[in-house]
T-cell receptor, first 111, second 110 residues
Framework: GEDVEQSLFLSVREGDSSVINCTYTDSSSTYLYWYKQEPGAGLQLLTY?????DMKQDQRLTVLLNKKDKHLSLRIADTQTGDSAIYFC???????????FGTGTLLAVQP | DTAVSQTPKYLVTQMGNDKSIKCEQN?????MYWYKQDSKKFLKIMFS???????INETVPNRFSPKSPDKAHLNLHINSLELGDSAVYFC?????????FGPGTRLTVT
């Protein structure tokens, strides 16, 4: 199947770390992605990871990939109120390049 | 210097009407896509074109017809609009593995 699952909601305090989790199903995916969607806005590509990597760090963002468990996570260090948004993980659909999106996690950052 | 643009941003129309949404990208990408985001924020691919040729057509009613006049444009025409078509429609383009999304078109069918 093509189900990519995420928890629906995460609430953190400003300055804390946030960890958003994702479970995907297609082990043949080459790339996995994290997108951010602010209210009323489009999808912003935050970061991606190649499937043969375990970890990727990009400033405040750390992506961890566990291929065995098909588990992807996004850690945001020093979370700010501007990080409040819906975060989507996505896997590529193989040769067609279509993205299969997760259900989205709403991150609420409390001041 | 907008990369992927869509018009209109909002579209309110009545059931049974026919409407079009336009998408343009200035990134020089070969592949363009349409995604639908429903009221629960779930995102799903609808169509994909590569160099003006249809390569993905996911179980979408044939009331939806994409058209790509050139590789920088991918328009979406919807006939006989139904209430269930209300959603946000996102256009995207890609070169290799990175997809860039437009700002979305919020379609409301009354």
């Amino acid at each position: 199947g093509e189900d990519v699952e995420q928890s629906l909601f995460l609430s953190v305090r400003e300055g804390d770390s946030s960890v958003i989790n994702c479970t995907y199903t297609d082990s043949s995916s080459t790339y996995l992605y994290w997108y951010k969607q602010e209210p009323g806005a489009g999808l912003q590509l935050l970061t991606y990871i190649f499937s043969n990597m375990d970890m990727k760090q990009d400033q405040r963002l750390t992506v961890l990939l566990n291929k065995k468990d098909k588990h992807l996570s996004l850690r945001i260090a020093d979370t700010q109120t501007g990080d409040s948004a819906i975060y989507f993980c996505a896997e590529d659909g193989g040769a067609t390049n279509k993205l299969i999106f997760g259900t989205g996690t709403l991150l609420a950052v409390q001041p | 210097d907008t990369a992927v643009s869509q018009t209109p941003k909002y579209l309110v129309t009545q059931m049974g009407n026919d409407k079009s949404i336009k998408c343009e990208q200035n990134l020089g990408h070969d592949t363009m896509y349409w995604y639908k985001q429903d009221s629960k924020k779930f995102l799903k691919i609808m169509f994909s074109y590569n160099n003006k040729e249809l390569i993905i057509n996911e179980t979408v009613p044939n009331r939806f017809s994409p058209k790509s006049p050139d590789k920088a444009h991918l328009n979406l025409h919807i006939n006989s609009l139904e209430l269930g078509d209300s959603a946000v429609y996102f256009c995207a383009s890609s070169s290799a593995w990175m997809q860039y999304f437009g700002p979305g078109t919020r379609l409301t069918v009354t």
